[in-house]
């Protein structure tokens, strides 16, 4: 069975920095997508990174494109989430997301395409 356990969330100040790491256990992650969403009090889950466990290429919201950096080590099975400049806007629970398919461009944003998903972790950024 898929896990997927999200941490490093905190509060922090505006133009700080925060690592967001998900542990992955239970799939053959290889062959899956890996996601990072956030969703905002008062609003929809929305699409911040994503890129295939293997290697390829790594999408990213237009938000965020520039501060947050996707990466994955494959010895430890977990995926990271690095989040540099931080703005008030980026308060949010943060998801960690696997989907057992290979998705590419406008699908790799969409969080139907997902099968499973963490607790999430919040993240919030004080002026």
């Known amino acids: 069975q898929v896990q997927l356990g999200e941490s490093g969330g905190g509060s922090v100040q505006a133009g700080d920095s925060l690592r967001l790491s998900c542990a992955a256990s239970g799939g053959a992650f290889s062959s899956y997508t890996m996601g990072w969403f956030r969703q905002a009090p008062g609003k929809e889950r929305e699409f911040v990174s994503a890129r295939k466990w293997s290697s390829g290429s790594t999408y990213y919201a237009d938000s965020v494109k520039g501060r947050f950096t996707f990466s994955i080590d494959n010895a430890k099975n977990t995926v990271y989430l690095q989040m540099n400049s931080l703005k008030p806007e980026d308060t949010a629970v943060y998801y960690c997301?696997?989907?057992?398919?290979?998705?590419?461009?406008?699908?790799?944003?969409?969080?139907?395409?997902?099968?499973?998903w963490g607790q999430g972790t919040q993240v919030t950024v004080s002026p």
């Open positions: 997301a696997a989907s057992r398919r290979l998705l590419y461009g406008s699908s790799a944003s969409g969080d139907w395409a997902y099968d499973y």
